[in-house]
């Protein structure tokens, strides 16, 4: 089925760990995002990419990279996890006639 | 910046119908969207609207657009158990979305 799939759905790191989460997309489409969605918080942008070889830092970008070598596929790396990385990791792809997001179904990552 | 406030919890009885409200500041936004999330689950697009419209209907979904005062409502019909879930409103001018902190809508039985 046509989406947005999002590798691994759970994950435990312990502080000082690192680890990539991936998005892949099979739409075809030019933009993907990550975002992060912490209770009380909404959505909040960490990176995007609005093509194959580009990223652009979003509102909470620190403590995460990311890399866009394939244009169906949007890494998301932790280069050292702290706690306050402990969220649910939403990536989308942006699409059809009215723009709107498709979105994966989310990692639940947590840092111990 | 461009800034999208909703209340946080709506709570209604199955049957009545639901509104869920959303203010934005871009005045520039092109498309103005409704999104749902259940339980779990990530954001699903659940209509939108295009910024020269007034009003959209979709079965049991009416999209009401005041782009004077910069408001988006989504009233939901016949309120049912499976439409408890949390509603996020989001507008675009150009991409990224900028998304509302999310409604939670609680259907009671």
């Known amino acids: 089925n046509a989406g947005v799939t999002q590798t691994p759905k759970f994950r435990v790191l312990k502080t000082g760990q690192s680890m990539t989460l991936l998005c892949a997309q099979d739409?075809?489409?030019?933009?993907m995002y990550w975002y992060r969605q912490d209770p009380g918080m909404g959505l909040r942008l960490i990176h995007y990419?609005?093509?194959?070889?580009?990223?652009a830092k979003g509102e909470v970008p620190d403590g995460y990279n990311v890399s866009r070598l394939k244009k169906q596929n949007f890494l998301l790396g932790l280069e050292s996890a702290a706690p306050s990385q402990t969220s649910v990791y939403f990536c989308?792809?942006?699409?059809?006639?009215?723009?709107?997001?498709?979105f994966g179904s989310g990692t639940r990552l947590t840092v111990v | 910046g461009e800034d999208v406030e909703q209340s946080l919890f709506l709570s209604v009885r199955e049957g009545d119908s639901s509104v869920i409200n959303c203010t934005y500041t871009?005045?520039?936004?092109?498309?103005l969207y409704w999104y749902k999330q259940e339980p779990g689950a990530g954001l699903q697009l659940l209509t939108y609207i295009f910024s020269n419209m007034d009003m959209k209907q979709d079965q049991r979904l009416t999209v009401l657009l005041n782009k004077k005062d910069k408001h988006l409502s989504l009233r939901i019909a016949d309120t049912q158990t499976g439409d408890s879930a949390i509603y996020f409103c989001?507008?675009?001018?150009?991409?990224?979305?900028?998304f509302g902190k999310g409604t939670r809508l609680s259907v009671i039985a």
């Open positions: 989001a507008e675009s001018e150009n991409t990224p979305l900028v």
């Open positions: 990419s609005v093509g194959e070889g580009t990223t």
């Open positions: 739409m075809n489409h030019e933009y």
């Open positions: 871009d005045s520039s936004s092109t498309y």
């Open positions: 989308a792809s942006i699409g059809g006639e009215n723009y709107g997001y498709t």
